[in-house]
């Protein structure tokens, strides 16, 4: 019983590390904080005073226009990518984060889907035809990127569910 | 249709093509730019000459291919090869653009702007705003033209006149795909 006992405890020693990462606190010593994960955060409902429990230290924080903005590192899976989770009035009020759900499997798992087109800022227009292709569903709130020659949605965006796409934001 | 047809039809064709010469001047174009390296065999297999456009030189998203008119695809070398470095740019960014992020220690978020999505890029000291692709687009097509002017100086027949002689940068040579 005891060998049972000895490798349930080795185990969740295991899953705890792989889950955290370690961060330098004020006074220098090392504290471990909770991997960036989607699935943490309740657009809407979770306060941003539970941030830095829920998905760990962001990598940058901006204010801007009346938002704080929260870049997460999304660690090997993208590692030229960041999560961002806007705060406003202390609550989060949108997400953006890299995932690679099939735009198929989008597309047959949600009804009510708005098509449209992602704008590329700051891109010579005169050598570009077309953009990101952006897929968005008011009704749970949810929203997916996507390039027109790929398989698979590249970032995932979420905000309250029913509330439209068209009055999140800036 | 019978063998000794086909053969005769495919000579026929094959002799119009080679005399064509908007196609000429458009094959010097991509020649200029890319140097006998696998972006030029990639361009060529995206290519398309069209009329009637009021652009000159673009690469469609939705298609992958980059569309030339008709005037650019018959003008002189350098012509060619000036319009189609950005358009080319464009193309390759789609299979680099990962590469290309990391390259340049840039980190790219995206925000939520009322109804549509924007990017901004997150620096190590700024954010930035011009995106990590027009930036992609500005120096590759840059590499692209100097290949040609590095060329002109062996051969005079051959290569992109006017372009100042600057610094090549190999990560960019690397990432298009071109010979060193």
Same mark, same amino acid.
């Given at each position: ?54 998905? #760990? ?8 226009? #009346? ?22 009035? /202390? ?8 995932? *690679? ?10 009804? #009510? ?10 891109? *010579? ?15 749970? #709130? ?19 569910? /029913? ?5 999140? /934001?800036? | ?11 026929? %064709?094959?002799?119009?093509? &080679?005399?064509?010469?908007? =196609? ?13 390296? &696998?972006?030029?065999? !990639?361009? =060529? ?20 291919? @980059? ?21 080319? &740019? ?5 299979? @680099?653009?990962? +590469?290309?992020? !990391?390259?340049?220690?840039? =980190? +790219?978020a995206w925000v939520l702007d009322r109804g549509s999505v924007r ?15 027009? %930036? ?5 097509? =840059?590499?692209?033209?100097? +290949?040609?002017?590095? !060329? ?10 006017? @372009? ?7 990560? @960019?040579? !690397? ?6």
């Amino acid at each position: 019983m005891w060998k049972w006992a000895l490798c349930l405890g080795i185990v969740s020693m295991m899953s705890m590390a792989s889950y955290g990462r370690a961060v330098k606190n004020k006074r220098g010593s090392k504290v471990e904080t909770p991997e960036f994960r989607a699935e943490s955060i309740v657009p809407g409902e979770t306060p941003e005073s539970k941030l830095l429990v829920l998905v #760990g230290q962001p990598m940058r924080v901006l204010r801007e226009r #009346g938002r704080v903005l929260y870049f997460y590192d999304v660690g090997l899976r993208g590692a030229s990518m960041t999560a961002t989770v806007s705060v406003r009035k /202390g609550v989060v009020e949108w997400m953006t984060y890299f995932c *690679d759900e099939p735009v198929k499997e989008v597309l047959s798992k949600y009804e #009510g889907v708005k098509e449209g087109t992602v704008a590329l800022s700051g891109v *010579d227009k005169r050598s570009l035809r077309g953009g990101l292709r952006q897929l968005t569903v008011d009704e749970v #709130g949810r929203g997916f990127v996507y390039s027109p020659r790929a398989e698979k949605v590249r970032v995932c965006l979420r905000w309250p569910t /029913g509330k439209p796409f068209s009055e999140v /934001g800036f | 249709m019978s063998k000794g047809w086909l053969v005769v039809w495919i000579g026929f %064709t094959g002799t119009f093509a &080679a005399v064509s010469p908007a =196609r000429a001047n458009l094959n010097a174009g991509i020649e200029a730019l890319t140097m006998g390296s &696998a972006l030029g065999s !990639e361009v =060529r297999d995206r290519i398309e000459v069209v009329t009637g456009t009021t652009s000159d030189c673009v690469y469609d998203m939705e298609s992958g291919r @980059i569309t030339v008119s008709e005037t650019i695809a018959a003008s002189e070398t350098e012509v060619v090869a000036r319009c189609l470095a950005p358009a080319v &740019a464009q193309m390759k960014y789609e299979s @680099i653009e990962d +590469q290309w992020l !990391e390259h340049s220690g840039v =980190r +790219q978020a995206w925000v939520l702007d009322r109804g549509s999505v924007r990017t901004k890029e997150l620096s190590n000291k700024v954010v930035t705003e011009p995106t990590a692709r027009a %930036t992609w687009v500005v120096l590759a097509s =840059r590499e692209m033209l100097l +290949q040609g002017t590095k !060329e002109k100086k062996g051969d005079p027949s051959r290569g992109i006149a006017s @372009i100042p002689i600057a610094k090549s940068d190999s990560k @960019i040579r !690397e990432l298009l795909g071109l010979v060193n």
